[in-house]
């Protein structure tokens, strides 16, 4: 079975940076994608970023383009979501995901293709 670990949350002002980091393990497949999601104290959770391990393809957001960045170091089996210029709406408990395939996987945001979910990590950025 996956097992994802979501760390690096925080309280963090306005303007400021957070990376948080998800640590992964138990893939069956080489081809997998890890995907953050968050969700907001009465909202539905969201896609935030995604990567995969079969392309290096990446998705964001329209939300977080240019302020957050996505990467792997697949020696350690972590994925790292950089979140730059964070803005009180960012406010969220973040969750990393994996879905993985017998085939190519692209980068998606599909929540319902996600198959394995990590503990949240509560992001807070304050005005």
């Known amino acids: 079975d996956v097992q994802l670990q979501a760390s690096g949350g925080g309280l963090v002002q306005a303007g400021g940076s957070l990376r948080l980091s998800c640590a992964a393990s138990?893939?069956?497949?080489?081809?997998?994608?890890i995907g953050w999601f968050r969700q907001a104290p009465g909202k539905e959770r969201e896609g935030v970023s995604s990567?995969?391990?079969?392309?290096?393809?990446?998705y964001y957001a329209d939300s977080v383009k240019g302020r957050f960045t996505i990467s792997s170091d697949n020696a350690k089996n972590t994925v790292y979501l950089q979140m730059n210029n964070l803005k009180p709406e960012d406010t969220a408990v973040y969750y990393c995901?994996?879905?993985?395939?017998?085939?190519?996987?692209?980068?998606?945001?599909?929540?319902?293709?996600?198959?394995?979910w990590g503990q949240g990590t509560e992001v807070t950025v304050s005005s």
């Open positions: 138990g893939f069956t497949f080489d081809d997998y994608a």
């Open positions: 990567i995969s391990n079969s392309d290096g393809s990446t």
């Open positions: 995901a994996a879905l993985e395939r017998g085939w190519t996987v692209v980068a998606s945001l599909a929540q319902y293709e996600y198959e394995s």
